[in-house]
């Protein structure tokens, strides 16, 4: 006898009441303002020094501001101030940093300070790391430790999925971000009720990071590129070689960091690891230039103001040092995140394919060339797609890259990540 499949379809998850769901309002947005002021607070206190350190020190001295000498002398003190942090400062800045990617584990408390300290001491020196990771983690520890003492009823695991939607929503200055991010960690994972009452407190925590920041220092990331023209075919096929390439470049330096990582571990102490780093990172700056220092992302704009005014094989030697400085600052123990540095490699691999090839307009390479080295170093989806797009002002980007983005993840899917277990072997 027939089955009746209309009785055996599984029953669609009861949404949340409102009064289920309002509770989470007022801590959502405590956790907001305060991982928001915590990433401004040590941003700012980070480019106060970044200003000191490579303006009047350099020039009270008479050295010049980015000269060999003095890059080579800022990485290396770098490296030395970090080290002391990591080796002398309680709860030594937190775990290896290569084993910790967006979902930062809770941390206790003593560990937090010299964690946010070395973070702001390496934003300042000039190693490719961005904020992201560390804050992040300071503000999954500070939530959990707080929340946990004045709400004890409320469960632990809500303190984490807070603070990294509102970190999130912070450093993008949009909680769209950290709903993508959010919902990319939920695929797999046991829900109870539907996915929006899921993302409804992390989504109000990331609304009031993002709107914390936006009111407090006004972030943009939109470039200053040539408007996108009307998307053909030829564009269409440029994003998608430029994306695919983009990730290939990327997956070379993901292939490397285990073995990058190991050499700097070798040295086994802080003390000599983090200057060696430094001094590698040194030798980068004097082939790569200023502009391949820090971050990345006011050098992004930068580039984006004249993307006439580098060559190809200027844009290709800043692509491939950037992306150098980037794994070697990622595995020699700087404290930092990986996106905003390949922002900035994507970019350059962007700028460069279209002064190689006119035909690719400097938007479609861009958004391509982030979408595809974001692809290779975070694996995530979303965060990738969004940032891409997030970079042009223009309502076509998104179909280009979501068509892009297809061949590029599957260069991707599968394959080591730029993020490694405690025992050293890359996570898959």
Same mark, same amino acid.
């Given at each position: 006898?027939?089955?009746d499949?209309?009785?055996?379809?599984?029953?669609?998850?009861?949404?949340?009441?409102?009064?289920?769901?309002?509770?989470?309002?007022?801590?959502?947005?405590?956790?907001?303002?305060?991982?928001?002021?915590?990433?401004?607070?040590?941003?700012t206190a980070?480019?106060?020094?970044?200003?000191?350190?490579?303006?009047?020190l350099?020039d009270?001295?008479?050295?010049?501001?980015?000269?060999v000498l003095?890059?080579?002398?800022?990485?290396?003190?770098?490296g030395?101030a970090?080290?002391?942090?990591v080796?002398?400062v309680?709860?030594?800045?937190?775990?290896?940093?290569?084993?910790?990617?967006l979902d930062? #584990?809770?941390? =206790?408390? $003593?560990?937090? /300070?010299? @964690?946010?300290? !070395?973070?702001? %001491?390496?934003?300042?020196? &000039?190693?490719?790391?961005?904020?992201?990771?560390?804050?992040?983690?300071?503000?999954?520890?500070?939530?959990?430790?707080?929340?946990g003492?004045?709400? #004890?009823?409320? =469960?632990? $695991?809500?303190? /984490?999925? @807070?603070?990294? !939607?509102?970190? %999130?929503g912070?450093?993008? &200055?949009?909680?769209?971000?950290?709903?993508l991010?959010?919902?990319?960690?939920l695929?797999?994972?046991?829900?109870?009720?539907?996915?929006?009452d899921?993302?409804?407190? =992390?989504? $109000?925590?990331?609304?009031?990071?993002?709107?914390t920041?936006? %009111?407090?220092?006004?972030?943009?990331f939109?470039?200053?590129?040539?408007?996108?023209?009307?998307?053909?075919?030829?564009?269409?096929?440029?994003?998608v070689?430029?994306?695919?390439?983009?990730?290939?470049?990327?997956?070379?330096?993901v292939?490397?960091?285990?073995y990058?990582h190991?050499?700097?571990?070798?040295?086994?102490?802080?003390?000599?690891?983090?200057?060696a780093?430094?001094?590698?990172l040194?030798?980068?700056?004097?082939?790569?230039g200023?502009?391949?220092l820090?971050?990345?992302?006011?050098?992004?704009?930068?580039?984006?103001?004249d993307?006439?005014?580098?060559?190809?094989g200027?844009f290709?030697?800043?692509?491939?040092?950037?992306?150098?400085?980037?794994?070697?600052?990622?595995?020699?123990?700087f404290?930092?995140?990986r996106i905003?540095?390949?922002?900035?490699?994507?970019?350059?691999?962007?700028?460069?394919a279209?002064?190689?090839?006119?035909?690719?307009?400097?938007?479609?390479?861009v958004a391509?060339?982030?979408?595809?080295?974001?692809?290779?170093?975070?694996?995530?989806?979303?965060?990738?797609?969004?940032?891409?797009?997030?970079?042009?002002?223009?309502?076509?980007?998104l179909?280009?890259?979501?068509v892009?983005?297809?061949?590029a993840?599957?260069?991707?899917?599968?394959?080591p990540?730029?993020?490694?277990?405690?025992?050293?072997?890359?996570?898959?």
């Amino acid at each position: 006898m027939a089955q009746d499949t209309t009785q055996q379809a599984p029953p669609s998850a009861p949404t949340a009441p409102a009064r289920a769901l309002l509770p989470f309002i007022l801590p959502a947005a405590a956790v907001g303002v305060t991982a928001s002021l915590v990433f401004v607070g040590a941003s700012t206190a980070a480019e106060q020094l970044q200003h000191l350190l490579w303006g009047p020190l350099p020039d009270a001295l008479g050295v010049g501001r980015y000269s060999v000498l003095w890059m080579f002398v800022m990485l290396l003190a770098t490296g030395i101030a970090v080290g002391l942090v990591v080796w002398k400062v309680p709860g030594h800045a937190g775990p290896d940093p290569a084993t910790i990617g967006l979902d930062a #584990p809770v941390m =206790p408390p $003593a560990v937090l /300070p010299g @964690l946010v300290l !070395a973070t702001m %001491l390496m934003l300042a020196g &000039g190693p490719s790391l961005g904020p992201e990771n560390p804050i992040i983690a300071a503000n999954v520890g500070l939530a959990a430790w707080l929340g946990g003492r004045l709400m #004890p009823r409320t =469960p632990g $695991a809500l303190w /984490p999925a @807070l603070a990294e !939607a509102a970190t %999130l929503g912070a450093l993008f &200055g949009t909680p769209v971000a950290a709903a993508l991010v959010i919902t990319e960690a939920l695929t797999g994972r046991p829900m109870q009720g539907r996915l929006w009452d899921n993302l409804f407190a =992390p989504l $109000a925590a990331g609304a009031f990071g993002a709107m914390t920041t936006t %009111l407090v220092s006004h972030p943009t990331f939109e470039l200053s590129l040539p408007p996108l023209g009307r998307v053909d075919g030829g564009d269409m096929l440029s994003a998608v070689v430029v994306a695919s390439a983009a990730a290939l470049l990327g997956m070379c330096a993901v292939r490397a960091f285990p073995y990058v990582h190991t050499a700097f571990h070798r040295l086994r102490h802080p003390m000599l690891m983090l200057p060696a780093g430094g001094l590698v990172l040194g030798a980068l700056a004097a082939l790569g230039g200023r502009l391949t220092l820090f971050k990345g992302l006011s050098e992004v704009d930068e580039l984006a103001r004249d993307p006439e005014g580098w060559s190809a094989g200027q844009f290709a030697v800043m692509t491939v040092v950037k992306l150098a400085a980037l794994l070697v600052a990622a595995s020699c123990g700087f404290r930092g995140g990986r996106i905003f540095p390949a922002v900035f490699v994507g970019t350059a691999f962007g700028l460069c394919a279209h002064a190689l090839v006119p035909g690719v307009q400097p938007a479609a390479g861009v958004a391509a060339g982030v979408l595809g080295m974001l692809l290779a170093v975070t694996r995530q989806g979303w965060v990738s797609l969004f940032t891409a797009a997030a970079l042009i002002e223009s309502p076509g980007i998104l179909a280009l890259l979501c068509v892009a983005s297809l061949p590029a993840w599957l260069l991707v899917t599968g394959r080591p990540q730029m993020q490694l277990h405690p025992d050293g072997t890359p996570v898959r």
